[in-house]
Every structure is written in C-alpha cells, then in structure tokens.
Nanobody, 118 residues
Framework: QVLLVESGGGLVQSGGSLRLSCAAS????????MGWYRQAPGKQRESVAV???????NYADSVKGRFTISRDNAKNTVYLVMNNLKPEDTAVYYC????????????WGQGTQVTVSS
C-alpha cells in the first residue's frame, strides 16, 4: 500500500501563489499516475491536474495556464504550483496516486485546505 503526506496549503490573497507537495511512501514502485483533486463545500470532488509516469499531464480547464503539476520519481513526490489564485480556487486539495500492474488501486491524501481571499 501507499501512504501520502500532503503539505503547502494555506491562506493567500487573490492573485497570490502556493506550492502543494505530496510525498508517497510504501509500495512506491507500483505508482502510475499522480495528481491533485479538490473539493469545495457543497460541490463534487473534481480533478485539478494529473501527471502520468512518463510525464504527460492533464489539467482542468479552470486552472490551465495558472497551475503546473510536476513529479520527482526519485523522491516519490508530486507537486502543484498554483499561480494567480482566485477565490473560486478555495477548496480542500487532495493528493491522488494510482498504483498497480494488473489490478489497480487509488490512494488519497488527507487533504490540505487552500483558501483564497478577495
């Protein structure tokens, strides 16, 4: 199994920046995609950014051009640099890891709060 530890959330003003980090431990050799999801009160959890093992990325339309996802496989860590933050970015951000060769399984971090004030 994989354990995920998130860090980097906080309170920022509109237009500010934050960098989220998520370090994985355990069965890290089986990690496939890594990414970030978020959930605001009263809304569904949505995908923000996902990065595959080979480095290809997918972003939600709402964050394209503002957020950048990256990963360091040697450190088993995924990052999310968030620039030009907006109040609508306010949510709990969850680290995500997909594992497995034949049978796949999803792991989630505990979540870190990001609050953007206007």
């Amino acid at each position: 199994q994989v354990l995920l530890v998130e860090s980097g959330g906080g309170l920022v003003q509109s237009g500010g920046s934050l960098r989220l980090s998520c370090a994985a431990s355990g069965s890290t050799s089986s990690i496939n995609a890594m990414g970030w999801y978020r959930q605001a009160p009263g809304k569904q959890r949505e995908s923000v950014a996902v990065i595959a093992t080979g480095g290809s990325t997918n972003y939600a339309d709402s964050v394209k051009g503002r957020f950048t996802i990256s990963r360091d496989n040697a450190k088993n860590t995924v990052y999310l640099v968030m620039n030009n933050l907006k109040p609508e970015d306010t949510a709990v951000y969850y680290c995500y890891v997909n594992t497995g060769w034949r049978i796949r399984f999803d792991y989630w971090g505990q979540g870190t709060q990001v609050t953007v004030s206007s």
